[in-house]
């Protein structure tokens, strides 16, 4: 199995930063892509940022320009630092990383716990 524990949520007002981490660990054989979600209340559950092994990212348009994502490989890591928080960036984040377990025969997606990201006006 492969768990996920995030970190780094909390409430900050706007144009303000915050960092989320995300560690994987467990009975991991190989992690793809590794990347952030979030879900507001009334909405659905969106992309904010994703990022491949090869290091390749992408993000969401509300995002851009904002936000870097970053993995440590070595670490199974993968960082979000959110600039320029804006209220409407408030909502659930929810670490996901696509690995390969040790006993497993392909890839599945995990899912972390989910941090509160709360943003002030």
């Known amino acids: 199995q492969v768990q996920l524990v995030e970190s780094g949520g909390g409430l900050v007002q706007a144009g303000g930063s915050l960092r989320l981490s995300c560690a994987a660990s467990?009975?991991?054989?190989?992690?793809?892509?590794m990347g952030w979600y979030r879900q507001a209340p009334g909405n659905q559950r969106e992309l904010v940022a994703r990022?491949?092994?090869?290091?390749?990212?992408n993000y969401a348009d509300s995002v851009k320009g904002r936000f870097t994502i970053s993995r440590d490989n070595a670490k199974n890591t993968v960082l979000l630092q959110m600039n320029s928080l804006k209220p409407e960036d408030t909502a659930v984040y929810y670490c996901?990383?696509?690995?390969?377990?040790?006993?497993?025969?392909?890839?599945?997606?995990?899912w972390g716990q989910g941090t509160q990201v709360t943003v002030s006006s």
């Open positions: 996901n990383v696509l690995a390969l377990s040790l006993d497993g025969l392909r890839y599945k997606d995990y």
């Open positions: 467990g009975s991991i054989f190989s992690i793809n892509a």
């Open positions: 990022i491949t092994s090869g290091g390749s990212t």
